[in-house]
Antibody
Framework: QVQLVESGGGVFQPGRSLRLSCAAS????????MHWVRQAPGKGLEWVAV????????HYTESMKGRFTISRDNSKNTLYLQMNGLGVEDTAVYYC????????????WGQGTLVSVSS | EVVLTQSPATLSLSPGERATLSCRAS??????LAWYQQKPGQPPRLLIY???KRATGIPARFSGSGSGTDFTLTISSLEPEDFAVYYC????????FGPGTRMDIK
């Protein structure tokens, strides 16, 4: 069955950098686009970024351009999110999710990893 | 950016009742709209896509309708496991979610 397992979250100081990972299994990772979506504690959902199956298509939510970098390693079935210059507003659960209907939606989600930014 | 608004913010109903949730877009999103369900401590689950198509494994009591800027998710007869938060999402102009409708047991 489809499994997405995020890792790399924790407590970080403002200004720091971190890289989240998402290990995928149970489906042919290399033919699917992948997404990051985040959810601040007690709040709604916010799209972060999408990457095409081979990494050539990438798009970010405007407010995250320049600070976040999405990437993937198809040989390792792993999705990444590099986050630089963390701010308290980046505190959220970060979910990776599988592409559905040519990047219009997502169908499978991981359980998420919590990133907490605090001084 | 397309802004989605959802109403009501909270809906209190009893099992067996019919639920009607609304999602309105700030501009037309054509038929590029989905609904997700989220329970506490869990990731969202895709229910409906392209306005009215049920995702794999979603019961027939869930249905979607609408076009352009006004959309509705209907749950025909609520089951105890349906009490959750529901989000709409558009894919016409990048991707944005609505703020959610929380459905509580009355």
């Amino acid at each position: 069955q489809v499994q997405l397992v995020e890792s790399g979250g924790g407590v970080f100081q403002p200004g720091r950098s971190l890289r989240l990972s998402c290990a995928a299994s149970g489906f042919p990772f290399s033919i699917y686009g992948m997404h990051w979506v985040r959810q601040a504690p007690g709040k709604g959902l916010e799209w972060v970024a999408v990457i095409g199956h081979d990494g050539t298509y990438i798009h970010y939510t405007e407010s995250m351009k320049g600070r976040f970098t999405i990437s993937r390693d198809n040989s390792k079935n792993t999705l990444y999110l590099q986050m630089n210059g963390l701010g308290v507003e980046d505190t959220a659960v970060y979910y990776c999710a599988r592409d559905f209907e040519i990047s219009k939606y997502v169908d499978y989600w991981g359980q998420g990893t919590l990133v907490s930014v605090s001084s | 950016e397309v802004v989605l608004t959802q109403s009501p913010a909270t809906l209190s109903l009893s099992p067996g009742e019919r639920a009607t949730l609304s999602c309105r877009a700030s501009q037309s999103v054509s038929n590029c709209l989905a609904w997700y369900q989220q329970k506490p401590g869990q990731p969202p689950r895709l229910l409906i896509y392209d306005v009215s198509k049920r995702a794999t494994g979603i019961p027939a009591r869930f249905s979607g309708s609408g076009s352009g800027t006004d959309f509705t998710l209907t749950i025909s007869s609520l089951e105890p496991e349906d009490f959750a938060v529901y989000y709409c999402q558009q894919c016409s102009n990048w991707r944005t979610f609505g703020p959610g409708t929380r459905m509580d047991i009355k």
